[in-house]
């Protein structure tokens, strides 16, 4: 079973305008951990916020914010007055597992183009 | 600081044959695991490491093995190329037992094209 899902290929945003991008995941483990991170076109992933399980307030770092709602087992990101530098693909990971072994597992991302 | 780096960036292979990534982590950093992302797909989590032994694998065959290494670079090694094998592959280390929020640190990858 999927445990990231994405249900948003793709999104354009007017420059300036925030957007939303969905995440729902799907686990049994009590603790467990949600990112978001940013990924160019050259490749790297780049980390841009973290939800623990058991966080009591959302996270926000800058411009982005997390909507955090744990009975509906949704992580989504708000990105704040979008620029054309946002303009990249989106992935929503969770991280399962207990001591050293734990993993990452990814969505299938989502292509947010900024149009100015 | 240096982040992740990885190396070569790219990479042109023959079906059957075998490859060598590497992956040079973050200072600090004592956990190594790698990623598998297919075009226009989310990186596949394929195995990770920590005190050079593996701790973690993902849905991947026996041909994909890894090594870490004392300084906590690591290898993943991939024999009997399938044109399938054709992808980014991503290196992410990280701190097992530090904080839960603590994250993983990206390399940029290397491109893999098998024909």
């Known amino acids: 079973a999927q445990k990231i899902t994405q249900t948003q290929p793709g999104m354009f945003v007017q420059e300036k305008e925030a957007v939303t991008l969905d995440c729902t995941y799907d686990?049994?483990?009590?603790?467990?951990?949600l990112f978001w991170y940013k990924q160019p076109s050259s490749g790297e992933m780049i980390f841009l916020i973290y939800?623990?399980?058991?966080?009591?307030q959302n996270a926000t770092e800058g411009r982005y914010s997390l909507n955090f709602q744990k009975a509906r087992k949704s992580a989504n990101l708000v990105i704040s007055a979008s620029q054309l530098g946002d303009s990249a693909m989106y992935f929503c990971?969770?991280?399962?597992?207990?001591?050293?072994?734990?993993?990452?597992?990814f969505g299938a991302g989502t292509t947010v183009t900024v149009r100015a | 600081e240096t982040g992740v780096t990885q190396s070569p960036t790219h990479l042109i292979k023959t079906r059957g044959q075998q490859v060598t990534l590497r992956c040079s982590s973050q200072?600090?950093?004592?956990?190594v695991s790698w990623y598998q992302q297919a075009l226009g797909q989310g990186p596949q989590f394929i195995f990770q490491?920590?005190?050079?032994?593996?701790?973690g694998r993902g849905n991947f065959p026996p041909r994909f093995s890894g090594l870490q290494f004392p300084n906590y670079s690591s290898e993943l090694n991939v024999n009997a190329l399938e044109l399938d094998d054709s992808a980014l592959y991503l290196c992410?280390?990280?701190?097992?037992?530090?904080?839960?929020?603590?994250?993983?640190?990206f390399g940029s990858g290397t491109r893999l094209t098998v024909v």
């Open positions: 992410a280390s990280s701190i097992s037992q530090g904080p839960s929020n603590y994250g993983y640190t």
């Open positions: 686990t049994s483990d009590p603790s467990y951990g």
């Open positions: 939800q623990g399980s058991y966080d009591q």
């Open positions: 990971a969770m991280r399962e597992g207990y001591g050293n072994d734990y993993k990452l597992s």
């Open positions: 200072s600090g950093h004592n956990t």
């Open positions: 490491y920590y005190r050079e032994e593996e701790n």
